[in-house]
Nanobody
Framework: QVQLVESGGGLVQPGGSLRLSCVAS????????IGWFRQAPGKEREGVLC????????KYADSVKGRFTVSRDNIRNTVYLQMMWLEPEDAGRYYC??????????????????????WGQGTQVTVSS
């Protein structure tokens, strides 16, 4: 069964850091492009970052530039989202997702939720003092 499981969320104070993990099971991530997305209560889901099968990444959210990075460990079948200098506006549920065909493929230049075909259940991030 193809599955993505996110973890690493929690409560953190403003200025703090978290590292989210996205572990794949049922398939190998090697050739797949992975996106990170987030959704705050009452808001639409937005793209945060994307990393392609070669390790090149695109930041979709201007607000995370200089603070969030994405990386992948194909041996562990895991993609990470390192978040630093967290702000209250970063709070929300964070999801990882696998981009569909073509495989291998590149990150979409603009956020395209429909091109991501398998989603995890998300992990909650709360930023509060």
């Amino acid at each position: 069964q193809v599955q993505l499981v996110e973890s690493g969320g929690g409560l953190v104070q403003p200025g703090g850091s978290l590292r989210l993990s996205c572990v794949a099971s049922g398939f190998s991530l090697d050739d797949y492009t992975i996106g990170w997305f987030r959704q705050a209560p009452g808001k639409e889901r937005e793209g945060v970052l994307c990393i392609d099968y070669l390790g090149y990444s695109i930041k979709y959210a201007d607000s995370v530039k200089g603070r969030f990075t994405v990386s992948r460990d194909n041996i562990r079948n895991t993609v990470y989202l390192q978040m630093m200098w967290l702000e209250p506006e970063d709070a929300g549920r964070y999801y990882c997702a696998v981009k569909g065909r073509p495989v291998p493929g590149m990150c979409p230049k603009e956020v395209d939720l429909g091109s991501f075909v398998t989603w995890g259940q998300g992990t909650q991030v709360t930023v509060s003092s």
